[in-house]
Structure formats: C-alpha cells, structure tokens
C-alpha cells in the first residue's frame, strides 16, 4: 500500500493562478479531508468528502474547491491564489466507521504564493 | 464552536525529566487523538482516546481522557532526545473522524 500520496510536494504560485492539488488514497477509504497548516495555528480543515460524489465546507472553504469523483481521488482546487494561501496542503483519508479510527495523513504539498 | 486548547505551546526539559502536555476542548466530543510531527514531515498518529477514562501507553508516552473535564493529557517519562518534535491533540466535531479539529500543537524540545 502506498497509503496516502499527494503531488506536487512543493510549488511556486503568482497571484491570480490557479492549480489543482492532487491527493489519492488505495486503502479504500470513504472519508478524505484536506487540511491547511500555517505556523502557530495547527491544522485547519478546509473541505471534506465522506464518500464519492459528496463533499462539504469544513471551517476554511473560501478560494478552495474539492470534487470526489471516485473513493481513491480527492484534489484540491485553488481558483485564484493569493498570497495568504501560503501554506502547507495535507491530505488525510480515514475509515467511516470502526477501527482504526484515525485518519491517515498524506506527506503534505508546500504552497507558496508569490 | 469547539475549540482545542493545548498548554504549553513550547516546552524545553532534559533528558531524564517527566513532563505533561494538556489538552483542554470546549465541548463534548466523541474521540481524542493525538499526533506527532517532526520539522518538515507530515502527522504521525500516537494515540486514539475512545472513553472517558481511556488510559493508552506507547514507549515513554501515556495520554488519558476525562471527557468529563474535557482533559486530556500526554505525559512522557525519562524524556530523551527522540522524542523532540511537535505534538498535537484533536478533538471529532460530528462523531466522525472525516472532521477534526486540532489545537495549536506543543513543540517540545528534549535537552541531553
């Protein structure tokens, strides 16, 4: 199993262009979430998707869209980066229900707008 | 809203040394987890709190759960250098793990 992957681990954005995250998972898991780290704030949920075709707004939505068009695939969408969207992206997938229960977490995408 | 709170943010302590992170939430919750994280590296999970009164033990680290007190607690024994990093609590918002929510991590730093 290659658990969580996500591409790219680093990149460079101008201001206004947008890019697309890509995160997969091949442990067949219903739940995937996306995640944003700054410093000093831990980690904050930005969409999530309990299964293919559903997806909602965690507490950081805003400049972000997420599509689930399979279990394995979940990318992030920036639609006009701003600079105050320089973080680092992670991925994380988890079973809906019984063990384990925590989520697993992708090795994370370093963003910086310029 | 629920909030995480964690204490301290930073610790320094020496090896040898017994030390506790806390790790108080707002409002009832379904799981606690815990999670390690080294510079530039992605989260690691160490625990998973399932009860109140959950007690789980790992090497030189123990974490509990008082969801009446909304508590909990990471306490590492006889520190030593590896266990240098960042460590971070988080709370279920919707007695589903698709939806955490974190506190602001504790980075500890063990001193030989």
């Known amino acids: 199993n290659a658990g969580v992957t996500q591409t790219p681990k680093f990149q460079v954005l101008k201001t206004g262009q947008s890019m697309t995250l890509q995160c997969a998972q091949d442990?067949?898991?219903?739940?995937m979430s996306w995640y944003r780290q700054d410093p000093g704030m831990g980690l904050r949920l930005i969409h999530y998707s309990v299964g293919a075709g559903i997806t909602d707004q965690g507490e950081v939505p805003n400049g972000y869209n997420v599509s689930r068009s399979t279990t394995e695939d979940f990318p992030l969408r920036l639609l006009s980066a701003a600079p105050s969207q320089t973080s680092v992206y992670f991925c994380?997938?988890?079973?809906?229900?019984?063990?384990?229960?925590?989520?697993?977490f992708g090795p994370g995408t370093r963003l910086t707008v310029t | 809203e629920l909030k995480v709170e964690q204490n301290p943010l930073f610790l320094s302590m020496q090896e040898g040394k017994n030390y506790t992170i806390y790790c108080n939430y707002s409002?009832?919750?379904?799981?606690l987890y815990w999670y390690r994280q080294d510079p530039g590296k992605s989260l690691e999970s160490l625990f998973v709190?399932?009860?109140?009164?959950a007690v789980k033990q790992e090497g030189r680290l123990m974490a509990s759960l008082d969801t009446k007190a909304r508590l909990s607690t990471l306490h590492i024994t006889a520190a030593v250098h590896d266990l240098s990093a960042t460590y971070f609590c988080a709370v279920d918002t919707n007695f589903g793990n698709e939806k955490l929510t974190f506190g602001t991590g504790t980075r500890l730093t063990i001193i030989p």
């Open positions: 709190l399932l009860s109140n009164g």
């Open positions: 994380a997938s988890s079973y809906s229900f019984g063990k384990p229960y925590e989520q697993y």
């Open positions: 442990m067949n898991h219903e739940y």
């Open positions: 409002t009832t919750s379904d799981r």
